[in-house]
């Protein structure tokens, strides 16, 4: 099985505040089955379904749903209740200027604001209708906040646009693509992460924080009921820290294509970008133009499928190196040590035979989702 995986410098943004408080964080590791010793290298990288239980686990210690990193804290239970107040909302736009008044409540989180630009002009007033929504070329979510003030604010910031989105895709039940993000603060030392994260090309130093989007999908129906929100809290934050396959992205559909190849039986032969084409039912030079506007492109996605799999495969101690290199689609041994080395600064087996934390290996990703 393949999933996310995690850098270490996240896991190291999330327990900072929980430092701060003078919380010991060592317990809080040992609970996410996360090595304390992963923490201090820089390429370590961990599985998602560990650090949405870290995250989890900071949240109960901190008892605040921002993790100790903003200037006040987020009681435990406001982002259900936030939940509910969108639930009863026609459409995403209504949801999302509903939860931007909810958190407008409380002191001391972050600004946030929903506007629409092109024909309908900037969102406002109590409920308005599906079709002043639909007149707009573009719709943006930003943070008008200046996070920058505070330790670990890259993190917050990203944390919040992330969030936003997901919890916007779950909404209406299809994942919403991003024309592109912008954050205020300077490019990070791990800026390459970001387009894999939101799906979109991302730029640096903006004026303020802000994802933007095609203002249709602000005329989008709410498709979901008190129960799925219920469903979706029990799993959270895991659901909101993944990307959802929707199938709406071609980013999703190709990385599901190989995720797929991987776990077919035998050694894996992982298709060529122009077999996935076809079977996108596109042609080859379409495929990449949609990749690029999204982010990525075949060739990254590939590596990141393999390099996943080659973590989830080691921290779970099972399956022999050789055996593990023909199935990722690697002719020779070598080949894989060098891509290995290439991910994680270290080799195969190095990786294997690190500490293993308190309940099992340190590290091993989930077997999910994109």
Same mark, same amino acid.
């Given at each position: ?266 050694? *894996?032969?992982?298709?060529?970008? +122009? $077999?996935? &084409? =076809? !079977? /996108?039912?596109? %042609?080859?030079? #379409?495929?990449?133009? @949609? ?24 921290? *779970?101690?099972?399956?022999?190196? +050789? $055996?593990? &290199? =023909? !199935? /990722?689609?690697? %002719?020779?041994? #070598?080949?894989?040590? @060098? ?24 590290? *091993? ?6």
């Amino acid at each position: 099985m393949t999933g996310p995986t995690i850098a270490v410098h996240h896991v190291r943004a999330v327990l900072s505040g929980a430092r701060r408080a003078g919380v010991d964080t060592v317990p809080l590791l040992q609970a996410a089955r996360i090595s304390p010793l992963l923490i201090g290298d820089e390429r370590a990288r961990i599985g998602a379904d560990r650090f949405a239980r870290l995250v989890k686990e900071v949240q109960r210690a901190t008892g605040d749903e921002f993790l100790g990193l903003g200037p006040l804290p987020s009681r435990r239970g406001t982002f259900a209740m936030m939940g509910l107040a969108c639930l009863g909302c026609p459409d995403l736009g209504t949801a999302l200027e509903r939860a931007v008044r909810f958190y407008g409540l409380f002191p001391g989180g972050p600004e946030m604001a929903v506007t629409a630009e092109g024909g309908a002009g900037a969102r406002s007033g109590p409920d308005p209708g599906p079709g002043a929504a639909s007149a707009a070329l573009s719709a943006e979510f930003s943070i008008r906040t200046d996070l920058r003030p505070y330790p670990e604010a890259t993190f917050l910031a990203e944390s919040v646009m992330i969030i936003w989105h997901r919890l916007s895709s779950w909404l209406v039940g299809r994942r919403i693509p991003l024309r592109h993000a912008r954050f205020a603060h300077p490019a990070p030392a791990h800026a390459h992460e970001y387009e894999l994260l939101f799906g979109c090309a991302v730029r640096f130093g903006a004026p303020r924080t802000a994802a933007v989007f095609d203002a249709r999908w602000l005329a989008a129906p709410v498709v979901r009921d008190e129960a799925a929100l219920t469903a979706m809290l029990r799993r959270a934050p895991a659901d909101l820290l993944s990307r959802r396959e929707y199938g709406t992205t071609v980013t999703e559909r190709v990385r599901r294509t190989l995720v797929l190849a991987l776990r077919a039986a035998g050694p *894996a032969r992982l298709p060529e970008a +122009a $077999e996935v &084409a =076809a !079977r /996108l039912a596109v %042609s080859p030079a #379409t495929l990449r133009r @949609r990749l690029q506007e999204e982010g990525t492109s075949y060739r990254r996605l590939k590596d990141a499928v393999r390099r996943d799999a080659a973590i989830s495969s080691l921290a *779970a101690g099972r399956e022999p190196i +050789a $055996e593990l &290199a =023909a !199935r /990722l689609g690697f %002719s020779e041994d #070598t080949a894989f040590h @060098r891509a290995f080395r290439r991910w994680t600064g270290t080799t195969p087996g190095a990786y294997r035979l690190r500490p293993r934390a308190a309940g099992g290996p340190a590290g *091993a990703p989930p077997g999910q989702q994109s």
